[in-house]
C-alpha cells in the first residue's frame, strides 16, 4: 500500500481527511501536535480517531509554540473571541501549518511516503492565511526543493482534499464515510471536562455545518 502521513489534530476536518485518505488505499500514519493550546483535549480526541480508524502508527510531537505566543490559542493573556471578527483573527498561530507541514514532511521523507494529508479548507475557514490554496501550491514546491527524496527524482504531493469543500459538505463526505463526530472536537476553548463553548468561531462553523447538513451535531456543549 501506498503510505501517507496524515496530520491529525482530534477535530472533525482532520478526522474526515483521515477517513478520505484511508478510501484513496494509503497506509495511514497520524501525526498531531502538542503545541502547547489551550484546547490541548483536542489530543485526547485525535488519539481515540487514530485507534478508531486503526492507523499503521500514530506519533505526537510536541512542539510549544506558547513560548512564542502571538494567539489566543497558545498566550493565556489574548482572550479567545466569542463574536464574529474581520481580517485575521487573534485564534490565528503564526506559521502554525508551515511548522506542522515541515515536520510532516520529514517523517514522510523517513518513511518513503509521497503523501501527506492535512484538512485546510479554503472555503468555511476562519481567514487564515495558511489555509490558502496559495500556500499549500507554495509548500509542495518547498517540499520537492528542500529534500533529498525531492532532488533525487521523488515527488511530494500536499493532498487537500476539503479545501473547496463547504463545512457542510465536509459532514456529509465524512457521514458517508462512518466518521463518529461525537468523537471529534472542535472548541478552541472547552471547559475542564471537554464540553465545547459553543460561541468560538470554531463552535460557531461547526454548529453551521451540522445545520447546513441536517444532522444532528453530537458535540457536548456548555
Known amino acids: 500500500m501506498k503510505k501517507a502521513v496524515v496530520l491529525v489534530s482530534g477535530g472533525l476536518d482532520s478526522a474526515t481527511t483521515l477517513a478520505l485518505a484511508q478510501e484513496q488505499g494509503f497506509a495511514c500514519y497520524a501525526l498531531s501536535f502538542d503545541y502547547g493550546q489551550r484546547h490541548r483535549c483536542e489530543l485526547d480526541s485525535a488519539i481515540k480517531i487514530a485507534l478508531a480508524n486503526h492507523v499503521v502508527e500514530h506519533k ?51 518513511l518513503g511516503a509521497q503523501d501527506i494529508f ?20 507554495a509548500f509542495a514546491r518547498l517540499a520537492n526543493l528542500a529534500t533529498r527524496a525531492g532532488v533525487e527524482g521523488g515527488n511530494f504531493n500536499i493532498n487537500t482534499p476539503l479545501i473547496n469543500l463547504s463545512k457542510a459538505e465536509i459532514i456529509q463526505q465524512g457521514l458517508r464515510l462512518g466518521v463518529d463526530y461525537a468523537m471529534t472536537i472542535s472548541c478552541y476553548e472547552p471547559d475542564s471536562n471537554g464540553r465545547a463553548c459553543g460561541s468560538c468561531d470554531a463552535c460557531r462553523l461547526r454548529k453551521a455545518g451540522f445545520s447546513d447538513a441536517g444532522v444532528k451535531d453530537p458535540t457536548t456543549y456548555i
Open 60 to 110: 505526537q510531537v510536541k512542539l510549544n509554540l506558547n513560548d512564542i505566543g502571538g494567539s489566543a490559542l497558545t498566550d493565556q493573556t489574548i482572550d479567545v473571541p466569542h463574536q464574529a471578527s474581520e481580517g485575521i483573527p487573534v485564534t490565528y498561530v503564526p506559521a502554525r501549518n508551515t511548522v506542522f507541514l515541515s515536520i510532516a514532511l520529514g517523517w514522510a521523507e523517513v
Open 118 to 137: 492535512i484538512g485546510v479548507n479554503a472555503v468555511d475557514y476562519s481567514g487564515y492565511p495558511d489555509c490558502r490554496p496559495e500556500f499549500i501550491d
